[in-house]
């Protein structure tokens, strides 16, 4: 069966929810963090500071202090994007509507539309509350036609606490724009698909991001000393 990679929408249904739509406008003219950062922060604010004077202060004294990528980090990420692809090409069998967004809106598009069909599988889904982005490897029409599951492909063979936060994040995302979520997982390369607690793994990112935002985001200023 021959699969076509749709690339682009053109328009959003206008049928969307008015709070969604909002976040999404708001986003284009925002600077966002992303669910890497939430992460990174809970582990080391100073770094997660970094990001960001990085990303939007380049000209920063301390940028050029930053050590070059690391050897071992490129290599690992080579390995799992190859696994995603792997897994991608699972994935297409018996789908015949395929999208990879370009930005949000077309996420939003895919997954929404007001027409009979959804999406039956969306690559790398572009996501976004106006203040916090993610891209979720996969997202699956479920049988019920109306949901999607989540879903993350991870090449190392254990489910760390890291992932579990991630996916989780990439939920509430959807849901902010939206989408209707019925499960997220992660797709290991040994273990398969696994499958995990919606609600709790929920309730746990979104004290983290409020926390994020509230001890760290909104007070972030390059200027002032790092934290």
Known sequence: MHLCLVQAFVCIPKRRNAKAMYRIRKLLHS??????????????PFAAWMEGVMRWHPEHELCKYIDPPDEMMQLLAAKGRAWELE??????????????????????HACTSSSSTLCELVYQARLSDGQIRGIADFMILEDDGVSYSIWDAKSASRTRPDDLMQIAAYSELAKSCGIKIARYGVIAHRGGYEAFDLDLHSARWRRLQNDFLNDFSSSFDPKNCAP
């Open 87 to 108: 897994v991608l090409d699972q994935l297409r069998t018996n789908r015949n509507l395929i999208v990879k967004p370009k930005d949000i809106q077309e996420t939003i």
């Open 31 to 44: 600077k966002e963090w992303s669910t890497s950062d939430v992460l990174l922060w809970q582990k080391s």
